[in-house]
Nanobody, 125 residues
């Protein structure tokens, strides 16, 4: 079992930056992939970015390429999302996720078994 806890959300003006963190605990596996998803009011949860725990291969949604960076810290078992040049459309609850044995790009919600509670990000214009 893996437990995930997000932190770092808040209110920021358009053009600003925010850094989200996800702390993982429990029994982890070396072939895990981890990702960030987000859900805005009235919309379905959507993919933001993913990273493979071993190798560090990353994949980003087109809407955040060049602005967001996903990374991981092996020693601290943490996942990070650095968000720059934020836009009002980035406003959403951001969720951390983890999955085992994921093939391909890892951008589908159904590929992940473990989820955090979410942290609110609000970008004002």
């Amino acid at each position: 079992q893996v437990q995930l806890v997000e932190s770092g959300g808040g209110l920021v003006q358009a053009g600003g930056s925010l850094r989200l963190s996800c702390a993982a605990s429990g029994r982890t596996f070396s072939n895990y992939a981890m990702a960030w998803f987000r859900q805005a009011p009235g919309k379905e949860r959507e993919f933001v970015a993913a990273i493979r725990w071993i190798g560090g291969y990353t994949y980003y949604a087109d809407s955040v390429k060049g602005r967001f960076t996903i990374s991981r810290d092996y020693a601290k078992n943490t996942l990070t999302l650095q968000m720059n040049s934020l836009k009002p459309e980035d406003t959403a609850v951001y969720y951390c996720a983890a999955g085992v044995g994921i093939n391909g790009l890892g951008r589908l919600e159904s590929q992940y078994s473990y989820w955090g509670q979410g942290t609110q990000v609000t970008v004002s214009s």
